[in-house]
């Protein structure tokens, strides 16, 4: 049992910056080096996309949509995983998830990562 507790949502106005955190548990698989932790988000009737991923390595992954503005980071000793979003846009308005999975593949889609946190509310005013 993976779990994994989001938090550092809230609402600010365009242009803003937000942390958001993940703390993963004991037992998640951080030890493994196939390990595999993302960022999702799903907005007011979309689908659920990825937002960047990061590799225990450090090996990292962005959306098109979010390069240059959003950065995502981990604590390896203390199993967090951050997602720092700078210069956001109305756009962004959504649930932002953390994700795990163990594999060699950081796959494109939720339906490949077994772990979810419950999500935390990112709101960007205009």
């Known amino acids: 049992q993976v779990d994994l507790v989001e938090s550092g949502g809230g609402s600010v106005q365009a242009g803003g910056s937000l942390r958001l955190s993940c703390q993963g548990t004991?037992?998640?698989?951080?030890?493994?080096?196939?390990?595999?932790r993302a960022w999702f988000r799903q907005g007011p009737g979309k689908e659920r996309e990825k937002v960047a991923h990061?590799?225990?390595?450090?090996?990292?992954y962005y959306a098109d949509f979010v390069k240059g503005r959003f950065t995502i980071s981990q604590n390896n000793a203390k199993d967090i995983l951050y997602l720092q979003m700078n210069s956001l846009k109305p756009e962004d308005t959504a649930t932002y998830y953390c994700a795990s999975r163990v594999g060699p593949v950081c796959y494109e889609s939720p339906s490949e990562f077994p772990n979810w946190g419950q999500g935390t509310q990112v709101t960007v005013s205009s």
């Open positions: 990061i590799y225990r390595n450090g090996l990292t």
């Open positions: 004991a037992g998640s698989g951080y030890t493994d080096s196939n390990y595999c």
